[in-house]
């Protein structure tokens, strides 16, 4: 039999075991969780973003991106120039989810808007383009993500259009298929004229995050057919032959504004 002495010290063990216990499985089963995975296709889907188990998931707020918009409704609208400091960078493939982003570690290329500075992260593609300017779409639209140390994101978009081969986009369409670090003149993947279309907006891939500043420039860049196909071949081959373009969002008021010929510092 178990004495009093005895019996209190077990009882104190079993109860220290039942908490960790506890504690193992609530952290197994939230801090520890993985994010559910999104996608193009079947349930997954981006209308059903919103709903998917995604850390800090805002796929169902406000002021969400891609928006189509009329140029003409800009007009008499303006916002501050960008400054852009972007030289050539080291790029390593990162393969996501849906997508391949072409990120550099501790870029010295930089844009400044507004008094912040806003560094290169990362480059990546949709087919066809995430934005509808004046109706339309472009074959792929390209987003140059920079943030700033705290963490605010601005990214540029970019129209790409079937014409000329392009040498600057050589080195990463030579990478492709399967992706290849790339030493890329990120300068020279933008148009000359670097005015833009801006408003804000979100992330367009989960969480969807919100007070994402958009500049999507106004003037195309060209590219041949043939490089086309082997950006749009290698996003198919990761999303099952679907688009990876995200549904148009409501614009729920927001003005869209224009810059002018972005600053050289």
């Given at each position: 039999m178990l004495t009093t002495e005895k019996l209190i010290p077990s009882l104190?063990?079993?109860?220290?075991?039942?908490?960790?216990?506890?504690?193992?499985?609530?952290?197994?089963?939230?801090?520890?969780?993985?994010?559910?995975?999104?996608?193009?296709?079947?349930?997954?889907?981006?209308?059903?973003?919103?709903n998917l188990a995604i850390d800090?998931?805002?796929?169902?707020?406000?002021?969400?991106?891609p928006i189509a918009f009329d140029?003409?409704?800009t007009r008499g609208a303006?916002?501050?120039?960008?400054?852009?400091?972007?030289?050539?960078?080291?790029?390593?493939?990162?393969?996501t989810l849906t997508n391949i982003e072409w990120g550099a570690d501790a870029s010295a290329s930089s844009v400044r808007w507004n008094g912040e500075e806003y560094f290169f992260s990362q480059f990546h593609?949709?087919?066809?383009?995430?934005?509808?300017?004046?109706?339309?779409?472009?074959?792929?639209?390209?987003?140059?993500?920079?943030?700033?140390?705290?963490?605010?994101a601005?990214?540029?978009g970019v129209s790409i259009l079937v014409g000329a081969e392009n040498g600057a986009f050589e080195p990463v369409t030579a990478a492709l298929p399967g992706a290849d670090l790339?030493?890329?003149?990120?300068?020279?993947?933008?148009?000359?004229?670097?005015?833009?279309?801006?408003y804000t907006g979100s992330t367009t891939t989960p969480p969807c995050s919100a007070n994402v500043e958009w500049r999507l420039l106004r003037n195309p860049v060209e590219l041949?057919?043939?490089?086309?196909?082997?950006?749009r071949n290698e996003l198919w081959a990761i999303n099952d032959g679907f688009d990876n373009n995200r549904p148009i969002q409501n614009r729920e008021g927001r003005r869209v504004s224009t810059t002018g010929k972005a600053n050289k510092p």
């Amino acid at each position: 039999m178990l004495t009093t002495e005895k019996l209190i010290p077990s009882l104190i063990l079993a109860a220290m075991s039942c908490a960790i216990g506890a504690l193992f499985l609530a952290l197994s089963g939230s801090a520890f969780a993985q994010d559910e995975p999104y996608a193009y296709a079947c349930e997954n889907c981006p209308a059903n973003w919103e709903n998917l188990a995604i850390d800090g998931n805002s796929c169902g707020g406000d002021n969400q991106s891609p928006i189509a918009f009329d140029a003409s409704s800009t007009r008499g609208a303006r916002s501050a120039r960008l400054t852009l400091t972007y030289g050539t960078e080291l790029v390593e493939p990162d393969m996501t989810l849906t997508n391949i982003e072409w990120g550099a570690d501790a870029s010295a290329s930089s844009v400044r808007w507004n008094g912040e500075e806003y560094f290169f992260s990362q480059f990546h593609f949709h087919t066809t383009a995430e934005h509808v300017i004046n109706g339309e779409r472009s074959d792929l639209e390209m987003h140059f993500v920079n943030k700033t140390a705290e963490g605010a994101a601005l990214v540029i978009g970019v129209s790409i259009l079937v014409g000329a081969e392009n040498g600057a986009f050589e080195p990463v369409t030579a990478a492709l298929p399967g992706a290849d670090l790339a030493v890329v003149d990120l300068r020279a993947l933008l148009p000359g004229n670097l005015s833009a279309y801006a408003y804000t907006g979100s992330t367009t891939t989960p969480p969807c995050s919100a007070n994402v500043e958009w500049r999507l420039l106004r003037n195309p860049v060209e590219l041949s057919q043939a490089q086309i196909d082997a950006i749009r071949n290698e996003l198919w081959a990761i999303n099952d032959g679907f688009d990876n373009n995200r549904p148009i969002q409501n614009r729920e008021g927001r003005r869209v504004s224009t810059t002018g010929k972005a600053n050289k510092p």
